[in-house]
């Protein structure tokens, strides 16, 4: 079995080898390399020690030392070279204690976590395959290397791996592997909320974040999205719903694309995918909060859009995203149900009210809200979500005015006019919009200041 990789790669290897070292490519290069995928990093294992990697090559940083891990600079290109160890006691359930280095490539390898990213290669000695990684492959399996139970107490953020993984490459997860991650889960709460949130994230942008579904059966959403799990609880008792919300909001998310109709021609940018992904799954998150059943035991689930923008954030905050993915998801939450009427004028006010840097974003979810609901809801939201959107279009293509600083007239215009500075400036700026947005013709300089001495 061969595996090409990158000529700086090949470089790296060959180098240490010639000067009596053992090296190899290892870990989910080899793995994505196998599965035919293009690795987005490469990076070596070796029985050299770090001071003797930095003699062989003239550009180095040392970005972990400590652990043994050298990044070997190649024309500006960085790639980890690490030296091979054996982890010592884990005592926080994430970090052992300490590391001691080894000669031996087996003895690095069982340390690992899958057998899937337990395997090394090299074009001399080919494919090194201790733990049958290459089988798992085969059968698109998630199985933890040795005992599945001593892996997640080393690291129990290898528990929320084994359901990213799965998400991400569409494989099932071993039995016992998965039995060991449930009986485990608690031990989730000794990691670190940017580490959660970082696999959450890359579990809810992969190709099947429904998976999400299986952490939830094996009792991980109760520790890292606790919200999720009312959701999961949440029926929908009402003629345009066949699911439960979070089953709902699921669905949603895997409707959602980057290179939705409304994402222009490159798609969106992978931030922008998170942030409509997170939308999509958290759009109903407050609809167990106002959860009532009529008379006819029918569901209702009225303020959820408000009530769940707040708690969105809240969530997120917990999680320690960015601000901006904060705000933008609950931008997208408050207003997912916003009623867009396929007429300019009311488009306008739209793009006045919530901001036409959420509308992209905006549409790809209602979009995919309407797909994963019953019909004739679905057909009927949809064909009203495609005139909004050529209203939407046209505005844009226009150029017409949605906010004050698309306004043909600003507050030192008005000032050199006459008017005073202060609270009644920004009112009359506020009235000269409304002015706008039902007659767009009328942003014209000369215009609005005549309107302004006019009228105030």
Known sequence: MRIEMPEKVKLIIKTLQENGFEAYAVGGCVRDALLGRTPHDWDVTTSALPQEVKKLFRRTVDTGILHGTVT????????????????GAYEDARHPKEVSFTASLAED??????????????????LVDLFDGATDLQKKMIRCVGNARERFSEDALRILRAFRFSAQLDFTIAEETEKAAAELAETLRKISAER?????????????????????????????????????QTKQNHPSHWENVGEHCLRVTALTSPFSEYAGEEGFSESRFRILRLA??????????????????????????????????????????????????????????YPFLPEER??????????????????????????????PYASNGLELLNQAWECYRQIQKKGECTSLKELAVSGTDLIDAGFLPGKELGLVLQELLQLVLENPEKNEREILLSYAKEHF
């Open 280 to 337: 999509a799954l958290l759009h109903d998150v407050a609809k167990p909060v106002c959860h009532v059943v009529d008379e006819q035991g029918i569901d209702h689930f009225a303020g959820h859009p408000k009530e769940g923008a707040v708690l969105a954030k809240k969530i997120l905050k917990r999680l320690k995203t960015d601000n901006e993915t904060q705000e933008l998801v609950a931008g997208l939450v408050l207003y997912h149900d």
């Open 72 to 87: 070997v600079l190649l024309d500006k290109e960085g790639f980890e070279v690490t030296t091979y160890r054996v982890d």
């Open 346 to 375: 009311a488009m306008r006010r739209a793009m006045n009210k919530i901001g036409t840097e959420l509308f992209p974003l905006l549409f790809a979810l209602k979009r995919a809200d309407l797909q994963a609901h019953r019909e």
């Open 109 to 126: 390898l069982k340390r690992r976590d899958f057998t899937i990213n337990a395997m090394a290669y090299n074009d001399t000695d080919g």
């Open 196 to 232: 959660i949130s970082a696999e959450l994230s890359k579990l809810v942008v992969s190709s099947h974040p429904e998976r999400l579904l299986l952490a939830y059966r094996a009792g991980i959403t109760a520790v890292v999205l606790p919200e999720f799990d009312r959701m999961m």
